[in-house]
């Protein structure tokens, strides 16, 4: 059972343009989520995360969108630059008890960006 | 660099054997988690330790076993290796893993992998 879902398994963008990476969970437990970006032969690398208390965080290039009621975020990257290229991960955590707060990851989501 | 280091950064060993991975935390972070990342999966949970004690399990099969010693390193013990064993296995760390009932701060660092083949 998937709890957390990256439909796209790439995207393709033009340098400049936005691009924008969608994530849809089904456990209404979480309360927090986190976006993370992958080059290969590399560890996953934290970009930018929200609250359940928010529906929007900003960090420069980077938007997360947070739409509770649908279940789904969504990070935007304007512009899109080729460096941005890499493999993006949405993961959501819940507070299970204790400080128990593993990560659940999607699948991700290739984004290349042509110059 | 995250500062979480893992070794070793490749590890080659045949089936039935038992192997050792390390990992360093980042500097003043108490809670471990240890994922591995097959081929067609993603990033699947396995275990979480916090400040030497065990806090959760995810998909972390009988034959693997971990601990986190009291300099807070980490090792994923993997034994009895099987074809299927190959993959990625990476460690993260984070601070505070959640704080006043959300999840906040729980912004976890993960280290560059071990990739581990199995012949």
């Known amino acids: 059972d998937q709890q957390v879902k990256q439909n796209s398994p790439s995207l393709s963008v033009q340098e400049g343009r936005i691009s924008i990476l969608n994530c849809d969970y089904t456990n209404s437990m979480f309360d927090y989520f986190l976006w993370y970006k992958k080059y290969p032969a590399e560890g996953p690398t934290f970009l930018i995360s929200?609250?359940?208390?928010?529906d929007k965080n900003e960090d420069g290039r980077f938007t997360v969108f947070l739409n509770k009621s649908a279940k789904h975020l969504s990070l935007h990257i304007v512009p899109s630059q080729p460096g941005d290229s890499a493999v993006y991960f949405c993961a959501a955590s819940a507070d299970s008890g204790g400080s128990n707060y593993k990560l659940t990851f999607g699948k991700g989501t290739l984004l290349t960006v042509n110059p | 660099d995250s500062g979480v280091t893992q070794t070793p950064k490749h590890l080659i060993t045949a089936t039935g054997q038992r192997v050792t991975l390390r990992c360093s935390p980042r500097?003043?972070?108490?809670?471990v988690y240890w994922y591995q990342q097959s081929l067609d999966q993603g990033l699947q949970f396995l275990i979480q330790?916090?400040?030497?004690?065990?806090?959760a399990k995810g998909n972390i099969l009988e034959r693997f076993s971990a601990q986190q010693f009291p300099d807070l390193h980490s090792e994923l013990n993997l034994s009895s290796l099987e074809l299927g064993d190959s993959a990625l296995y990476f460690c993260?760390?984070?601070?505070?893993?959640?704080?006043?009932?959300?999840?906040?701060?729980?912004?976890?660092?993960f280290g560059p992998g071990t990739r581990l083949t199995v012949l």
């Open positions: 993260a760390s984070s601070l505070y893993p959640g704080l006043a009932g959300v999840s906040s701060y729980n912004e976890q660092f």
């Open positions: 330790y916090y400040n030497g004690e065990e806090r």
């Open positions: 500097s003043g972070d108490l809670s």
């Open positions: 929200i609250s359940s208390i928010k």
